[in-house]
């Protein structure tokens, strides 16, 4: 069965960095887009990155360009999200989702309504 399993996450202070690590299994991996998302407390959910199949085309929120960089590694079925400057205002749980790649144009990865499976999440503090 599909599973996504988030991990790295934890209580730091604004301008470090961190790392988040999604290990895919279950499915054709190499096929999917697969995604972050964050949700604060009191919050929806949001899109944070998303990086399409072939890896060719990532595709980041406003609020974390420049800061983040999503990555994925097909050998391993690993995907990254590194986390750089973190800021207080980044604190949420963080979520790996995939995506059927069955769209070209980039604002589709946006949406949560894209995404088919979810995983439990990682909690990231970010204290000031």
């Known amino acids: 069965q599909v599973q996504l399993v988030e991990s790295g996450g934890g209580l730091v202070q604004a301008g470090d960095s961190l790392r988040l690590s999604c290990a895919a299994s279950g499915f054709a991996f190499r096929r999917y887009t697969m995604g972050w998302f964050r949700q604060a407390p009191g919050k929806e959910r949001e899109f944070v990155a998303a990086?399409?199949?072939?890896?060719?085309?990532?595709y980041y929120a406003d609020s974390v360009k420049g800061r983040f960089t999503i990555s994925r590694d097909y050998a391993e079925n690993m995907v990254y999200l590194q986390m750089n400057s973190l800021k207080p205002e980044d604190t949420a749980v963080y979520y790996c989702a995939r995506a059927p790649d069955v769209a070209t144009s980039g604002s589709y990865y946006y949406s949560r309504a894209s995404y088919d499976y979810w995983g439990q999440g990682t909690q990231v503090t970010v204290s000031s």
């Open positions: 990086t399409r199949w072939s890896g060719s085309s990532t």
